[in-house]
């Protein structure tokens, strides 16, 4: 296959040659800026979860309290739905690449803050919540800005969902090697250094970035009032009905269903009588399961289909969800919960793909900041609600609840297939996308 790469406005095109095999699963990889990026974040999400492991036992060693180990988680993700919204404006405003570096580089400060706190002995709770209010904000911003990048960095519309579902993968290998990395660790020297760690990994992210030859998108030379585009995203994205039905199902799964996790300890000690060990193999098992998925959609050569894989994919969670409520077998807990993650991770990726590829260009930031909201935004109260539940009626009735809602919520996105066909289809026409 030719790498020969040339660009065009602002936009790299490769070389038509049809990829097969292992090249049609990588082909975003033929873009330089996005090969480039995909070489950071493989390094840094690593360290990203290393420290995500690396606060909940910090926290839970200062303290010894549940209560304050959900605040902690609770205020570090509540700045995604609070910022999310504004972020996404600037990133329809500014230089989507300059406010990346931004993002990344502020993250980079957190961490080495962090890590100096603890390594000098001084750290404390406070600083804890200070500091992941801060890198919730970082977050708030730098999803949406991080999503809406990816058409500066692949040039061709077909490729989005191979670029998409690769950076997931990325993400859930990391999700299997980053907590397994960081619990070594933090026996054996501490938490502190899994933050050192983290921080240094963002070197090479920013080194990437600035690495990368981009020609920004041409922006409008004088912008609307903030309040106005914010109203104008909002309107944008409820009245078109793909759009809109792809976040309202999208939020419905995260609050009763990416919201599980918060129930898995409770499964692996008290239902299946396990250990750490049996919480291990459950949350792995659901990384397999999620880079089996994105894996799957990587091999996909279109978007055309994906909308049916949302409807599928919503209802392969939730009827997972539902067996694993049910489920006394350890074996047959791990299968499910593989099951569980696929479901998820197809769901998630192939909504961002839909979404990436339909939205218009001077609106692509304000929408996949909702894309962000929906995802992560609703995971504290749905954390929130399911905990609440499981403390009133049982951890295996919470669950097969939440199971039931998404597959209900899969029923109705399903019986609107055939409008949401026939909008997107003419729009994949003119676009050149037929199969």
Known sequence: MSD??????????????????????????????????????????????MQRIAIGWLVYRLTNSMMLLG???????IPVLLFAPLAGVLADRWNRHRLLILTQSVAMIQALVFALLILTGVIAIWHIIVLGIILGIVHAFDMPIRQAFVIEMVGKKEDFGNAIALNSSVVNVARLLGPSIAGVIVATAGEGLCFLINGITYFPVIGCLLAMKITPLKKVAKHPRVLHQLKEGFSYAFRFVPIRSVLLLLSLTSIMGLSHSVLMPVFAKDILHGD?????????????????????????????????????????????????????????????????????????????????????????????????MSLRGMVPFGSLLLGSMASLIGASITLFIAGGCCVLAAIVFARQLPTLRKITHPIYDRMGITK
């Open 71 to 77: 605040i902690v988680m609770f205020t570090s993700q």
């Open 4 to 49: 020969e790469q040339n660009t065009i406005g602002n936009q790299e095109t490769v070389a038509v040659v049809e990829p097969v095999g292992l090249k049609l699963m990588i082909r975003a990889l033929r873009y330089r800026n996005y090969r480039l990026f995909f070489i950071g974040q493989s390094i840094s999400l690593i360290g990203s979860w």
């Open 276 to 372: 750490a060990r049996t919480f291990g193999f459950l949350v792995g098992a659901s990384g397999i399961g999620a880079i089996t998925g994105a894996l799957y959609l990587a091999y996909r050569k279109s978007v055309i289909g994906l909308v049916e894989i949302i409807a599928t994919a919503a209802a392969i969670m939730g009827f997972g969800l539902l067996a694993f409520s049910l489920s006394r077998v350890f074996a047959l807990s791990l299968l499910l919960m593989t099951a569980v993650g696929f479901g998820m991770m197809v769901q998630m990726t192939a909504s961002n793909t839909i979404l990436q590829t339909i939205v218009d260009d001077d609106k692509r930031g304000r929408v996949m900041s909702l894309f962000a």
